[in-house]
């Protein structure tokens, strides 16, 4: 099975920072990574998929970046509605597995 | 509007038994590939199968393979997952998910929390 490892975890920034969270797939995974947000109490909603495409209304602020085993999720600056926790998926071989979430919070 | 509805959770003894639901309206169902996710209160996200849109293709994690199934009905346009010989670290929320052609999910039900104890 394939393990994905994010960091850092968690990452402190404030309000117009840039921020980059990083994601390690234990072997190659070509393109096939997910980048999703989860509020407290909601479900995920999906960010970036194949490593760097925008998900239909996400802002633009978000982008992916990456292939192979190394991916990034950036956000050029952010906002206060940011302030969530991000996990990366990969979907190259079942069990699709998801990294561990990076808490992003104030800093 | 895409939706997604879970229901069936509830307080189920170690060793039990429970089908999840999921409706989905808004769009044509059959077409999709469809997920269950499932999230441990304050923890973190573990994918948990996956099946095709005419039912005929599974995937399962490790964990839960052999005691999980995932189905669906098309013409009911509902998903399911049947979830037996439950233990307690199957506590959770399960989310369904819809795939958006490219393996990832687009829309997510509210999930719908299965508490395993005695």
């Known amino acids: 099975d394939i393990q994905m490892t994010q960091s850092p975890s968690p990452l402190s920034a404030s309000v117009g920072d840039r921020v980059t969270i990083s994601c390690r797939a234990s072997q190659s995974i070509s393109t096939y990574l997910s980048w999703y947000q989860q509020k407290p109490g909601k479900a995920p909603t999906l960010l970036i998929y194949?490593?760097?495409s925008l998900q239909s209304g996400v802002p633009a602020r978000f982008s992916g970046g990456g292939s192979g085993t190394d991916f990034t999720l950036t956000i050029s600056s952010l906002h206060p509605e940011d302030f969530a926790t991000y996990y990366c998926?990969?979907?190259?071989?079942?069990?699709?597995?998801f990294g561990q979430g990076t808490k992003l919070d104030f800093k | 509007e895409v939706q997604l509805v879970e229901s069936g959770g509830g307080l189920v003894q170690p060793g039990g038994s429970l089908r999840l639901s999921c409706e989905a309206s808004g769009f044509t169902f059959s077409r999709h590939w469809m997920h269950w996710v499932r999230q441990t209160p304050g923890k973190g996200l573990m994918w948990v199968a996956r099946?095709?849109?005419?039912?005929?293709?599974?995937n399962y994690a490790d964990s839960v393979k052999g005691r999980f199934t995932i189905s669906r009905d098309n013409a009911k346009n509902t998903l399911y997952l049947e979830i037996n010989s439950l233990r307690v670290d199957d506590t959770a929320v399960y989310y369904c998910?819809?795939?958006?052609?490219?393996?990832?999910?687009?829309?997510w039900g509210q999930g719908t929390l299965v508490t395993v104890s005695s």
């Open positions: 998926q990969q979907s190259f071989s079942a069990p699709y597995s």
């Open positions: 998910a819809r795939d958006n052609f490219y393996d990832s999910g687009d829309f």
């Open positions: 099946l095709n849109g005419d039912g005929s293709i599974t």
């Open positions: 194949l490593a760097s």
